[in-house]
């Protein structure tokens, strides 16, 4: 069974540090690209990190929202992705996603596994 | 950047209706569009992927159309498990894929 689980959300001041992780299992980690969905509080869905799979490089991209705060990263040997948010601001808050890239027919990517959330409460 | 709308922003339907969500990219998208439902207090749940493929384990009620600019998700037959938002998302211009703002289904 493909699971992904979310932890290292929280309260947190402005100006603050954060690490999310992302545990997965029940899939070959190494062979999927990972993302970063967040969810603002009564809000829609945005993609914020994006981490190819080693043999694509291993290369990231961010929104332009959390550009040059926020570093994606992975962990093949352990299966985990890991979401470090820096200088945190009011706006950051959010439940953050970890989910699974898949390439379908056509070169289609969809995202077809999510973990629970993780809720990030950036306040003074 | 590749913009998404939805329409309508929400609606009212009966168990038992046919319930039609229509999305519209800002560019051509072929067909590298993904729907999602999230239920309250849930993560979203993929249900159609390139525009017309039922993910599986998905009823058969649930639908997808389209290419180009505009897509529809149809649900046949709405059942209560159905009341929930629907998310679309364009793949097609990566790998920061956009969602629309989402359409929300609520009981009549």
């Known amino acids: 069974e493909v699971q992904l689980v979310e932890s290292g959300g929280g309260l947190v001041q402005p100006g603050r540090a954060l690490r999310l992780s992302c545990k997965t299992s029940?899939?070959?980690?190494?062979?999927?690209?990972l993302t970063w969905v967040r969810q603002a509080p009564g809000k829609g869905l945005e993609c914020v990190a994006f981490?190819?799979?080693?043999?694509?490089?291993?290369?990231?991209e961010y929104a332009a929202s959390v550009k040059g705060r926020f570093t994606i990263s992975r962990d093949d040997s352990k299966s985990i992705a890991y979401l470090q948010m820096n200088s945190l601001k009011i706006e950051d808050t959010a439940v953050y996603y970890c989910?699974?890239?898949?390439?379908?027919?056509?070169?289609?990517?969809?995202?077809?596994?999510w973990g629970q959330g993780t809720l990030v409460s950036v306040s003074s | 950047d590749v913009q998404m709308t939805q329409s309508p922003s929400s609606l009212s339907a009966s168990v038992g209706d046919r319930v039609s969500i229509t999305c519209r990219a800002s560019?051509?998208?072929?067909?590298?569009l993904n729907w999602y439902q999230q239920r309250p207090g849930k993560a979203p749940k993929l249900l159609i992927y390139?525009?017309?493929s039922l993910q599986s384990g998905v009823p058969s009620r649930f639908s997808g159309s389209g290419s180009g600019t505009d897509f529809t998700l149809t649900i046949t037959s709405l059942q209560p498990e159905d009341f929930a938002t629907y998310y679309c998302?364009?793949?097609?211009?990566?790998?920061?894929?956009?969602f629309g703002p989402g359409t929300k289904v609520d009981i009549k």
């Open positions: 989910t699974r890239v898949t390439r379908g027919t056509y070169g289609a990517d969809f995202f077809d596994y």
């Open positions: 029940g899939f070959s980690f190494g062979a999927y690209t």
């Open positions: 981490i190819r799979r080693e043999a694509y490089g291993g290369t990231t």
């Open positions: 560019q051509s998208i072929s067909v590298y």
């Open positions: 390139a525009a017309s």
């Open positions: 998302q364009q793949t097609y211009s990566s790998p920061l894929f956009t």
